[in-house]
């Protein structure tokens, strides 16, 4: 039966076929390392010659890996293993690899990259944060600058002239960010010149976990000022702090949601004079109050958000990072800014936005690499189109995993993490403890300083020092304390005798929600064969098990009298520990696809817009886009005032004037009289033939600032009618649910709805185009309207 389940095991299947590749790519190794550096690098333009000539990238792949492996070896030492090219070939296929920590993965991605940037379509590496995109770009790129590619690297500060020679490069390197914010960005731009992207051809996301699922539903949101007085955020928050949790509002952790009950709505409406709070005209009041209740009740100091100085700033949850310069929405952020007594900032107004999963998608091709991707492949496959692919430890993984121990408090378990380090601090294992917030990282270090062990504490608090930090965690006596950024990224080498002593032992102080993140910090140790341990310490109190299930192993406590300090080892704890992840993630995972069925909508609308907007960019001459404007607004004219439902007698034609003298007709150019002997579309017909003269009578008025008029006005009007649009979509999808009546599906409503807002939108976007563009008096030359003040912030 075993012989059948590796026959049938399609991981397996995979991993033979591409075994059967390497001995291809090793059988090349002789006859590349007798070239000299001259003859390795003109494979280049052989290559390239080749693709010219028709090739397929697949059939050059066994040399272009034999040629960047000999590359590497000549450029930094360092020669790829047979399962680095097999990591490499599944990055090329548009899959996901699944690769052990320390097997490598930053030289993995060489391989790909080169292959795929011969096109000269270019290939964009996408890493977590900017100090691994900048060291990859001036590390990992030596060899392909050395092969004769161009490598970039896409930075936030860079001016837009720095970034399009970036993006030029055959290679650039960057964060999921800032390539998300440059899309949106080249979609505000004034000229063609201005924008800096290529098209999405090729992607190779490392950590890709971590970018495509757990910040997957965040989106990307680029802001500017609106005017909003903050005396109402003060005021929502005084209303707050005077009402009682549970009497007065309700807090659900796992909805993540607060809400006022019948006590705390009268006492709202007593406080802000208001008799009925649901009153449409209290929507905005209403919306306060509800921020200043999840400030409170859902948001907490040193997990969520910092406060440095006159500024709150934000915690990533799951890299421990902080987020400068990023602002939840939807006034959330001022709320925050009030409960901690900080200046409040003006509300920002969207401007642009896209998520994660919907920028990554537009990407001809996409892959990733990460250590822990198959407990998430569902996801990958039905909203990526990527499979995971798990490729082979270089040498055979030696670290022991313990198991689970649970103790029924808090501090009984943060006392045994403190006396397990002690224990092995005495003999030099180096230990590394993991935990999921500063405010833990915190307590754990004001124990070991009471114990008197000395300690680096790693959070978004300290991460300047992080690669640093990382790199010594290995080495004889250290102890590090870190949040769960745990320096992804960075290597953990052991330091001289460390292996004798049983290498790296990681501690953690609590499950996480999902199996992967607790995976990434067990994979800080045991890399490369090396011997290292982990285990994880839990309590009753912690976030998982008591929102998730705590009641029967509390029972079962009681029921052994077991004391506060003595703790429960057992087989059926780590199955229980292990089934509330599994519905964690399944809960996480249904949430993540229904809000991309809601951004699926605007999604569809964006493509719309910003091809409309690349077309006027793009087009010198912009007055057949204006003529077919002109047309669709006459079409809606005649539907609205001689509808064909109505007999010509009751056609309100004074109206139909009115309203055509108002957009581009001349005062007094046709009557009533002569319009009431035509049918509808003679009536279309002759509205559009003196139009027409009109426009040619403004060519002539304008001369040469037509052109230019009709550019700034087309992208002024799409511009902050699309801005509106996407407010007024924003509003629309949180209060759709509140419509769901009957059997109605909320998704269908939003759909249906949003459709007709859009129309809506394009309609008044011909109304206003038609208007200046027949109607504006011109001072002078009409110039570009750039936006200002616009800032990238972080969805909430």
């Not at 390392?33 to 000539?53: I, S, V």
């Not at 060899?143 to 030029?168: C, I, S, W």
């Not at 190779?204 to 699922?213: G, K, W």
């Amino acid at each position: 039966m075993g012989l059948l389940k590796q026959v049938f095991n399609s991981n397996e299947r995979d991993i033979a076929r591409l075994r059967r590749k390497v001995d291809r790519i090793n059988a090349l190794e002789p006859q590349f390392e007798a070239m000299t550096d001259e003859e390795l690098k003109a494979m280049t333009p052989a290559f390239r010659e080749r693709l010219a000539n028709g090739e397929k990238l697949d059939n050059l792949l066994p040399e272009a890996f034999a040629v960047v492996r000999e590359a590497a070896k000549r450029v930094f030492g360092q020669r790829h293993y047979d399962v680095q090219l097999m990591g490499g070939m599944v990055l090329h296929e548009g899959r996901v690899a699944e690769m052990k920590t320390g097997e490598g993965k930053t030289l993995v991605a060489t391989l790909p990259s080169y292959l795929n940037g011969l096109t000269g379509h270019g290939v964009h590496v996408v890493t977590v944060n900017d100090y691994l995109a900048k060291r990859d770009a001036e590390y990992t790129g030596q060899v392909h600058r050395f092969l004769g590619l161009t490598v970039g690297y896409n930075g936030h500060d860079m001016t837009p002239a720095q970034k399009r020679e970036a993006y030029m490069a055959d290679i650039t390197y960057g964060t999921n960010n800032e390539f998300g914010f440059d899309y949106l960005r080249d979609n505000m731009v004034m000229t063609l010149d201005d924008m800096v992207q290529r098209r999405l051809h090729f992607a190779i996301v490392d950590e890709v976990d971590s970018i495509l699922i757990d910040e997957a539903r965040t989106p990307l949101i680029i802001s500017g000022p609106a005017e909003k007085s903050a005396d109402l955020y003060f005021r929502a928050d005084l209303l707050v702090r005077r009402l009682k949790p549970e009497e007065d509002y309700e807090v659900d952790e796992k909805m993540r949601t607060a809400n006022l009950t019948d006590s705390g709505i009268r006492k709202a409406e007593a406080f802000f004079g208001v008799s009925n709070l649901f009153d449409p005209d209290n929507v905005t009041l209403m919306h306060h109050i509800t921020q200043a209740l999840k400030a409170h009740g859902l948001m907490h100091r040193d997990k969520d958000y910092v406060v440095m100085g006159d500024e709150i700033c934000i915690v990533d949850e799951f890299t421990g990072r902080l987020m400068e310069g990023r602002r939840y929405s939807e006034g959330l952020h001022q709320a925050i800014e009030a409960k901690e007594g900080v200046r409040v900032q003006n509300e920002s107004k969207t401007l642009a936005t896209i998520t994660l999963q919907n920028y990554f998608r537009m990407y001809e091709k996409l892959s990733g690499m990460t250590g822990t991707a198959k407990t998430e492949e569902k996801e990958f496959v039905e909203i990526y189109g990527m499979d995971v692919v798990v490729i082979p430890t270089n040498r055979p993984l030696a670290r022991k995993d313990l198991g689970d121990v649970i103790y029924k408090t808090e501090r009984a378990k943060f006392n045994a993490v403190v006396n397990d380090v002690v224990e092995r601090h005495r003999i030099g294992q180096p230990v590394l403890v993991g935990t999921t917030s500063i405010e833990k990282s915190e307590l754990v270090s004001h124990l070991l300083h009471q114990r008197g062990v000395p300690h680096q504490v790693l959070n978004a608090k300290h991460h300047a020092r992080e690669a640093e930090i990382v790199a010594l965690a290995g080495q004889r006596g250290m102890v590090t304390i870190a949040t769960n950024m745990a320096g992804r990224g960075t290597d953990i080498l052991l330091g001289e005798g460390v292996p004798e002593l049983g290498g790296l032992h990681i501690i953690g102080t609590e499950r996480h929600e999902s199996r992967r993140i607790d995976n990434q910090l067990r994979g800080r140790s045991g890399r490369q064969g090396d011997p290292g341990s982990s285990q994880f310490f839990l309590s009753l109190e912690d976030d998982l098990l008591r929102l998730f299930g705590s009641e029967n192993i509390r029972r079962l406590m009681d029921r052994l009298g077991l004391e506060e300090d003595q703790p429960i080892e057992h087989k059926m704890l780590t199955g229980a520990m292990e089934r509330a992840q599994k519905k964690v993630e399944g809960n996480n995972y249904d949430l993540r696809k229904h809000v991309l069925r809601y951004d699926d909508v605007l999604n569809k609308q964006r493509e719309v817009i910003y091809r409309q907007r690349r077309q006027i960019l793009e087009r010198e001459n912009l007055r057949e886009v204006v003529e077919g404007m002109l047309d669709d607004l006459v079409d809606h004219m005649l539907e609205v005032y001689c509808s064909e439902e109505q007999i010509p007698e009751d056609w309100d034609i004074p109206a139909l004037l009115q309203y055509a003298e108002h957009h581009f007709l001349l005062p007094g150019q046709v009557d009533e009289a002569s319009l009431r002997k035509l049918d509808r579309d003679e009536i279309k017909a002759r509205l559009l033939e003196l139009a027409k003269a009109n426009y040619d009578a403004r060519e002539e008025e304008l001369q040469g600032f037509l052109r230019e008029l009709e550019r700034v006005v087309l992208l002024r009007a799409v511009d902050s009618k699309w801005m509106d649009h996407i407010d007024a979509m924003d509003q629309f999808r949180q209060g759709v649910h509140l419509r769901s009546y009957g059997q109605a599906d909320p998704l269908v409503i939003y759909q249906k709805e949003g459709f007709e807002m859009f129309e809506a939108m394009i309609h008044s976007i011909e109304e206003e185009v038609v208007l200046y563009v027949f109607k504006a008096t011109l001072q002078q030359a009409p110039q570009p309207v750039q936006v200002h003040g616009a800032v990238p912030v972080q969805g909430g």
